[in-house]
């Protein structure tokens, strides 16, 4: 539908080629003194000898300005339309920002905690009030166009109409205010049900929380522990932040990226690499620092090299130590390989026929998995498909190798592959859906859940022998270091824990 917002007074040449692009938007109007219909409808055709007319919100408009001046012959007539008319404009800028706050507000306040399809439904109620309210402002053009002189006559009946406008503002505010309430209503009561705690598994003293780190201003995507023993994280809020290893107090932020930083990895010559949705890759190395007089030598880390080629956000990062590679998957349904001393992609590894979320290596094998639920194993020998699977029935959200391959997913399943990738057996969850997945040793895996658990898998068990909550919301990434494991969640922060198995 074509809104106000879109028009303006002046008849220029942009406003025309603007207004051009909606003359699909054609409304039907009886254009009769006393009805108010704005579609053809049977009872208005016989009730009087209507003049309906199909016509665009904007010839709509010009008509009633030029009926003004044809009629009129009054150019302060004009003046007081345009008044009013600038009313329908504020109004509909109003409901413009209230809408726009409204979406910021519910992405802050239910980013991740409550079931997207939930969040889109009655996000979609509030857009269908935003749009039916454009079509309730087409009757005040019809008056203006039946009843020109009623805006000479005097201020009373330019206050009239500006009150219905008022009115309908006031309404449609109220129904907003409604709508709200409703949806935060229903997403504490989704997030209390999947918060609650389960009885079924007994919460094992096995680990002991040593720090957390806090100091991002969005949700943290991963930790890791750099070469030198200090720690690494990254966050939405385009940053990279290093932490003492002793202090746990940041050291440095690093902001070279322009969107999300969603991945790390270590490689080797004490550097790290980074993954963004801003389409990049970055590789950073130490240097130091003198103080004034050399009195103080800082060890701090720079981005000395930038990798680009992806078509879309890059969202997984890892490190192939026997064949000297990075890797990486992307929203644009590609995995590259990239040698971390050049620009460019060595190699494309087409095949997802959807966006690519996760990926891991081991030896010469790559697997990675996308948002339809299908995982493909890469040879890197052959820099090829080896076999594809799709045994989930939502996104891959984290993938193991080690003798066995490991898949969770938006399903609730952690799926059991052999080194072929063909299908062994599934371990259903009943908490709720894996973002991560990490190997404790041979006999332990630890996930991390969208309800900040973390879920403790005995895979020869084959089940979950512990769940125990660390974060108030989603675990994003877990690593495991010599007895510490690490987690990075969507409640800003990252927890260190000592783990006793």
Excluded at 15 to 22: A, I, K, P, S, T
Excluded at 43 to 68: A, D, G, M, P, R
Excluded at 247 to 276: E, G, M, Y
Excluded at 414 to 419: L, P, Q, S
Aim: aromatic fraction near 8%; charged fraction near 25%.
């Amino acid at each position: 539908m074509h809104s106000f917002k879109d028009l303006d007074i002046t008849d220029t040449e942009n406003e025309q080629l603007q207004c051009n692009q909606h003359q699909k938007d054609i409304i039907k109007v009886c254009l009769s003194p006393g009805c108010d219909q704005l579609k053809f409808c049977q009872s208005c055709l016989s009730s009087h000898n209507s003049s309906h007319k199909e016509i665009t919100i904007y010839q709509l408009f010009k008509e009633v300005q030029c009926k003004l001046k044809t009629d009129c012959r009054v150019e302060k007539s004009k003046d007081k339309f345009d008044i009013v008319f600038k009313n329908i404009q504020d109004m509909r800028l109003q409901v413009h920002q209230i809408f726009n706050q409204l979406e910021h507000d519910i992405k802050q306040y239910l980013i991740e905690k409550i079931n997207i399809d939930e969040l889109n439904q009655n996000y979609q109620t509030l857009i269908n009030i935003n749009e039916n309210n454009y079509i309730q402002h087409i009757p005040i053009l019809k008056l203006y166009y039946l009843n020109p002189r009623i805006f000479i006559d005097g201020q009373i009946q330019v206050s009239y109409v500006e009150d219905q406008i008022l009115t309908k503002l006031l309404i449609l505010n109220e129904k907003l205010k409604q709508q709200v309430d409703k949806l935060r209503n229903d997403a504490e009561q989704l997030f209390e049900i999947k918060t609650r705690k389960a009885s079924e598994h007994k919460q094992e003293d096995s680990i002991q929380l040593l720090t957390t780190i806090n100091g991002h201003e969005n949700v943290v995507r991963c930790v890791i522990k750099l070469h030198n023993g200090d720690y690494a994280t990254s966050s939405r809020d385009k940053t990279i932040k290093i932490w003492n290893q002793n202090t746990f107090q940041c050291i440095q932020t690093l902001r070279d990226h322009i969107n999300w930083v969603q991945d790390l990895t270590l490689i080797p010559d004490n550097k790290f690499a980074s993954c963004s949705d801003d389409k990049t890759i970055k590789i950073y190395t130490q240097f130091i620092q003198n103080q004034k007089d050399n009195r103080f030598q800082q060890t701090l880390w720079e981005c000395v090299n930038t990798l680009r080629g992806h078509e879309s956000y890059v969202v997984r990062i890892v490190y192939n130590d026997q064949f000297n590679y990075l890797i990486t998957c992307s929203t644009d349904g590609t995995l590259r390989l990239w040698d971390p001393s050049q620009k460019n992609a060595l190699t494309v590894l087409q095949g997802h026929e959807n966006c690519v979320y996760t990926l891991a290596t081991k030896k010469d094998l790559i697997v990675s998995g996308d948002e339809g639920g299908q995982l493909i194993e890469w040879s890197l020998n052959h820099m090829k498909i080896e076999n594809k699977q799709k045994k989930h029935s939502g996104c891959v959200n984290s993938i193991l190798i080690n003798s066995y391959i490991y898949s969770c997913g938006d399903d609730r399943k952690v799926n059991i592959w052999d080194i072929d990738l063909q299908f062994i057996y599934v371990i259903q969850l009943e908490r709720a859906e894996l973002e991560s997945l990490q190997f404790i040793n041979d006999e332990l895996i630890v996930g991390g859940d969208e309800q900040g658990y973390l879920q403790l898998i005995n895979p020869f068990q084959r089940k979950v022998i512990s769940e125990i909550p660390v974060h108030n919301d989603r675990i994003y990434k877990i690593k495991y270091y010599d007895g510490i494991l690490c987690t990075a969640s969507s409640d800003l922060s990252v927890k260190l824990f000592k783990f006793n198995i």
